[in-house]
């Protein structure tokens, strides 16, 4: 079935350390793909999106690319800020259906 | 664009009490929504699809009876926990799929903000 596999956490990085946080996906059909963040106490936030592959969604400095050649979404940072702090979850969409990753929680220290 | 707002954002009630949260697309009509409930450090759990003039499409192990769900107009679904219990205590999260015809929408949905919910 169509389903979300996401790197488990916690991560701990230093203020501007470059970040991965990988997401593998299962999906028949076209899906969507996006991540969304979580910051403390608040609901979900889309960060970024790619309808397609090879297509690259972007947002305040967050990066991925939707490959569907390794089925993968991997998010990309290349300096992360102490603001950057939150739950990152990767998802898929399809046939109006979407699948949330478990969520990575990261901690950026100063 | 594509606010989705969600009322209560917390409250706390008495053990056998019901509680109705509401969820709110501002600026767009929504055919579907959708309800999740997120336990502390954990993921999203879908609870059940919301579409609009028609009954709720509960998950698996979803009480039914438990987690009320109207879906009265294009733009309001509400959830009402009837009967209440600490167990139920809970972050609940509502989120909407643009109805067709909104460019570039497709495949999405858009979040509220949530509700904690603390059962006493």
């Known amino acids: 079935g169509d389903s979300v596999t996401q790197m488990e956490g916690p991560v701990t990085l230093s203020e501007e350390a470059f970040l991965t946080i990988n997401c593998t996906y299962t999906?028949?059909?076209?899906?969507?793909l996006f991540w969304y963040v979580q910051y403390p106490g608040e609901g979900l936030q889309l960060l970024l999106k790619?309808?397609?592959?090879?297509d690259k969604g972007s947002n305040k400095g967050f990066e991925a690319t939707y490959r569907k050649e390794t089925t993968s979404f991997h998010l990309e940072k290349g300096s992360v800020q102490v603001s950057d702090s939150a739950v990152y979850f990767c998802?898929?969409?399809?046939?109006?259906?979407?699948?949330f990753g478990t969520g990575t929680s990261l901690t950026v220290i100063p | 664009g594509a606010v989705v707002s969600q009322h209560p954002s917390w409250v706390i009630c008495k053990s056998g009490t019901s509680v109705k949260i509401e969820c709110r697309s501002l600026?767009?009509?929504?055919?579907?929504m959708f309800w999740y409930r997120q336990f502390p450090k954990q993921s999203l759990m879908l609870m059940a699809t919301?579409?609009?003039?028609?009954?709720?499409?509960?998950e698996q192990g979803v009480e039914k009876d438990k987690f009320l769900i109207n879906h009265a107009s294009l733009t309001l679904s509400t959830l009402t926990v009837t009967s209440a219990h600490p167990e139920d205590s809970s972050f609940y999260i509502c989120?909407?799929?643009?109805?067709?015809?909104?460019?570039?929408?497709?495949?999405?949905?858009?979040f509220g903000p949530g509700t904690r919910l603390t059962v006493l």
């Open positions: 989120s909407a799929s643009p109805s067709a015809g909104l460019a570039g929408m497709y495949n999405e949905q858009f």
């Open positions: 999906a028949t059909g076209y899906p969507s």
């Open positions: 790619a309808t397609k592959a090879d």
């Open positions: 998802a898929l969409s399809v046939r109006s259906q979407f699948y």
């Open positions: 600026d767009f009509q929504a055919t579907t």
């Open positions: 919301s579409n609009e003039g028609s009954k709720a499409t509960y």
